[in-house]
């Protein structure tokens, strides 16, 4: 075996890390220690100055192990690895200790965070003895895609893959395309109809050679990984499998059913309807009470089911920008009719929104406010000499004052909830789903579309309530990670990953069952588990709960650990 | 329980110009607003009042009356709903409001009616003239007659019933009981809020203003009283004649002032003006400087030669006496200081409830 020659960097951060830690005490006490061939401190060891250092100790000492006391990995792992790479060092010959987010800036005692830096600068020394190189892997792509959903946004991400040329197989539980923008008459805040915006967008999707529509069609199953995904679709009670590299999911809403709200009487009161059941009657052209005459009196009422903890805390977000369009519809319709839009909060977001709000609040429309704390809106059946068909008696807020509303026809702005199947695609494709069961994404900000499961991709309402115009946003930007992940043919993969020893394992199947990421397999007829290197995302759940110790996770195998521990805890000893 | 009335604000559109859907009530005219207080928003409370149509609550309650329009929460307006304007455009409502007869309604919703009112009132002058067969002597001892009969009967038969039904309204319909030993104790603060105006100088940098106002308030009323009972065109005695131009000329030029100010229109209190706002400055300079004019004809002895002067005077005395003062922005001189008024009784009542409550809580 080798002579190990370790290299260690004691990094001072600029001085987050050396206000607090004796960096040059650390190197001296760490050059003390069998194998460290060199140990120095450098005020920024990430920059470039910093790194050709690193580069040129390597060369010139034959270092082949390196310890890097600096910031978090998370930062700057990547960095390092990469300059051992250039130095023609195997990147896994790398062991990072954080003596920043660990040390310097949780503590205040200097003497004692020097003397933890030091046990975790040794631990790190201790384990990177016993690191083994790691080879790249690296998968091929299929280029064909699975879309989940044929709403605008479904049909969106279809079109965008298949007109650059590649192949879609687009999945819908229903016997038509369209989703919920075709049953929406127009859109806000431009007021154009929502059906010449869809309707070109199925016929394509229907035309396009690449695009293969499943209607009616439910999924049975999914496997596979990033890149090589295959799923068994029935439709018409007849089972076929398709197989395909990346997945979008795009299962859009659900309109809340107000049934549960006592306070409106859906279903009780016939006057009292949805906004998708005024869609409707928009979409007819008339606008009626249930015995068929025109309304004088209409109310809007926002935030049903939304912002209300006993129903959905979030805002859904599309219902106050929904409400203004309604407003102005019904004022073109009924130039006479009385209009109130009794509101919690007027939340016209997005461009042009605000304007919209501006200019329809001077189209004689009564804006009333109410507040949830103070309870909901009631509506009750008139009284013959109400001259009117019900009444809202509620607290506006502006006012102060109790008020009662006269209204024939009352339109609940109900809240956008995740779809039914929401759940049963979380468990199909692994990606995850937030308390509103709404689908998270990878991260908020940085990674909107991206799921933490490679190669599933989430899009549009399902993500959570939007509008169409940003349903399309995130139509396009899940279709072009897509794209590039088609375009690199094969992507790398993750090498820490877990390894089974046939011999040792008896066939227990315990690391199945505890696998969160449906990694490992079972191979019946060796009666071992085999680990699925696409899929393993080195979490090392399995390892630890191989009763034989058959499971061995590479980079994290028991001897790097116990000797990071050993190291860790003879620096304590010996020191205080 | 009040219900809205979306159609009441259409109601209200003869009397100001203000857009009452401007407003979306961000409170900041309520934070500057000199007179508001906690349970006293101005002029927020009121604008979403009209917004919601509550008409009751507009009848209900005297806080217009306690703007004097120093303008500030216009300037501060973030969306230019001008509610110092909103607040005056109350004031001449609640004036047609309060008054029984219903005549001022018609005058400030209709032009045309308040112009022909105008000249049939100088048409019957012109008859009575004629009457007299345009003798000087019958028609100046007509005008003096006229005078008492019109302060009297307008004071009677309107002045007097209008304040009562401003009461039922604001206290008396709500139910408010306030002990007669409070109501008497307030007299005081009446009488003196309606001769001095004082409550303007609560509001910022109004001080010049309200001078001005306050000698023409008391340059009016006693050149009132100097024509009316000490018969300034009739009397010898030299300290009532001087007396007289004193208070004549103060009359027409502060009012003259006034109708400059609003003809440049830079202050927020002088940009709109109402046709009621500008017969009452108007009528008032008239008044002023007709009376200055015809004493003046007296002293250098042409009068005789001078009767169109009388009959015009005359003309603007029986205008004012009949239109303005009964049915016109006049009465704000009276409705002020009894909102003033009625403001502290309704704060005290409370007070006196509350207190009870207290008592009989630890009790």
Not at chain 1, 189 to 209: C, E, F
Not at chain 2, 32 to 50: Q, V, Y
Not at chain 2, 92 to 116: E, H, K, N, P, Q
Request: glycine share 6%; proline share 3%; with cysteine.
């Amino acid at each position: 075996m080798e002579e190990i020659r370790i290299g260690v960097y004691i990094c001072w951060c600029g001085s987050n890390i050396a206000q607090l830690i004796d960096v040059k005490f650390i190197a001296g006490e760490i050059k003390k220690l069998e194998n460290v061939i060199i140990s120095r401190d450098y005020k920024y060891m990430c920059s470039d100055p910093g790194q050709e250092t690193l580069i040129a100790d390597i060369k010139q000492n034959k270092l082949n192990r390196i310890v890097v006391a600096a910031c978090s990995p998370r930062i700057h792992e990547p960095t390092f690895r990469k300059a051992l790479e250039k130095a023609g060092l195997n990147p896994y010959m790398f062991q990072m200790a954080n003596i920043r987010e660990q040390d310097s800036w949780v503590h205040i005692d200097k003497e004692y965070a020097t003397l933890k830096a030091v046990a975790l600068v040794k631990a790190a020394v201790s384990r990177v003895k016993h690191h083994e190189p790691l080879n790249k892997k690296s998968v091929e792509v299929n280029s064909a895609t699975m879309v989940i959903g044929g709403g605008i946004t479904g049909l969106t991400s279809a079109l965008e893959i298949a007109q650059a040329g590649k192949q879609v197989y687009l999945i819908e539980k229903s016997d038509s395309l369209g989703g919920i923008t075709a049953k929406i008459d127009l859109t806000y805040p431009d007021l154009k109809s929502a059906g010449q915006m869809i309707r070109p967008k199925i016929s394509q999707v229907q035309n396009h050679n690449l695009i293969e529509v499943f209607l009616n069609t439910i999924l049975e199953d999914i496997s596979g990984y990033v890149g090589n995904f295959s799923t068994k679709v029935r439709r018409n009670g007849t089972s076929e499998e398709i197989t395909f590299g990346n997945i979008i999911v795009a299962t859009g809403l659900k309109p809340f059913s107000p049934v549960t709200i006592p306070e409106y009487k859906y279903k009780v009161l016939p006057d009292v309807i949805t906004s998708i059941e005024l869609e409707k009657m928009l979409q007819d052209g008339t606008v009626k009470t249930s015995d068929g005459s025109k309304p004088d009196n209409i109310a809007i009422i926002h935030c049903v089911g939304s912002r209300n903890e006993q129903y959905h805390p979030y805002c859904s977000r599309t219902c106050c920008s929904t409400a203004l369009k309604y407003a102005n519809q019904l004022r073109s319709l009924l130039p006479d009719a009385h209009l109130f839009d009794i509101y919690a909060d007027m939340r016209a977001y997005g461009k042009g929104c605000e304007e919209f709000y501006t200019n329809t609040s001077n189209k004689n429309i009564m804006f009333l406010m109410y507040d949830q704390k103070n309870g909901l809106p009631e509506i009750r059946k008139a009284n013959s000499s109400d001259n009117a068909g019900m009444i809202i008696t509620f607290s506006e807020k502006l006012s102060g004052e109790n008020i009662e509303v006269p209204v024939d026809l009352v339109i609940l702005m109900t809240a956008v909830e995740a779809h039914e199947d929401a759940k049963e695609v979380a468990r199909l494709t692994g990606i995850s789903l937030c308390g509103n069961d709404f689908y998270i994404e990878k991260h908020p900000k940085l990674d909107p579309v991206a799921t933490t499961t490679d190669g599933v991709y989430i899009a549009g309402t399902c993500q959570g309530p939007k509008g169409i115009d940003e349903s399309i946003v995130q139509a396009k930007a899940a279709a072009a990670k897509v794209l590039s992940m088609i375009a690199m043919g094969s992507i790398e993969i993750e090498v820490a990953v877990s390894h089974v020893n046939e011999e040792v394992c008896c066939g227990c199947q315990t690391c199945i069952m505890v696998c969160p990421y449906k990694a490992i397999s079972f191979d019946e007829e060796k009666n071992v588990s085999v680990v699925n290197e696409a899929l393993c995302k080195g979490c090392g759940t399995c390892g630890s709960t191989c009763p034989t110790g058959a499971i061995k996770s590479l980079h994290f195998t028991d001897i790097q650990i116990l000797s990071q521990i050993e190291g860790l805890l003879k620096t304590e000893s010996e020191t205080i | 329980m009040n219900r809205v009335d979306p159609k009441f604000k259409d109601k209200l559109k003869p009397y100001g110009i203000s857009d009452w859907n401007e407003c979306f009530h961000c409170g900041n005219c309520t934070a500057i607003c000199s007179h508001s207080e906690d349970s006293l928003l101005m002029p927020r409370n009121g604008i979403r009042a009209i917004q919601l149509g509550l008409k009751d609550k507009i009848h209900n309650n005297v806080d217009p009356w306690l703007c004097y329009y120093c303008g500030d929460c216009s300037e501060e307006c973030p969306r230019n709903a001008n509610p110092g304007e909103l607040m005056m455009a109350l004031r001449r409502y609640l004036t047609t409001v309060y008054d029984w007869t219903g005549v001022s309604r018609i005058f400030y919703t209709s032009r045309t009616v308040m112009i022909a009112a105008f000249l049939i009132v100088a048409a019957a002058v012109v008859g009575i003239g004629a009457m007299y067969s345009f003798q000087l002597e019958p028609i100046m001892e007509f005008g003096h007659l006229f005078e008492k009969i019109a302060i009297i009967s307008v004071a009677a038969f309107i002045l007097l019933p209008n304040i009562i039904r401003m009461f039922r309204l604001t206290l008396i319909k709500q139910k408010i009981k306030v002990p007669l030993s409070t109501l008497l104790s307030g007299i005081a603060d009446l009488v003196i809020n309606m001769f001095t105006q004082k409550k303007t100088l609560d509001c910022k940098e109004n001080r010049v203003r309200w001078f001005e106002h306050f000698i023409l308030v008391l340059g009016y009323l006693l050149l009132l009283a100097t024509t009316v009972f000490l018969n300034w065109f009739g009397t010898d005695n030299i300290y009532i004649i001087i007396f007289g131009y004193v208070v004549g000329a103060i009359t027409f030029i502060v009012t003259f002032d006034f109708i400059i100010r609003r003809i440049r229109k830079k202050a927020e209190i002088s940009k709109f003006s109402h046709l009621s706002d500008w017969m009452f400055v108007v009528w008032l300079f008239l008044m002023g400087l007709s009376t200055f004019l015809i004493r003046v004809f007296i002293d250098i002895g042409i009068i005789q030669d001078h009767l169109w002067l009388y009959l015009v005077h005359l003309i603007i005395l029986a205008q004012w006496a009949v239109i303005i003062v009964p049915f016109g922005k006049w009465m704000h001189f009276l409705y002020r200081s009894f909102a003033i008024y009625i403001a502290e009784m309704k704060k005290k009542a409370l007070s006196l409830k509350q207190q009870n409550q207290v008592t009989t809580i630890t009790a």
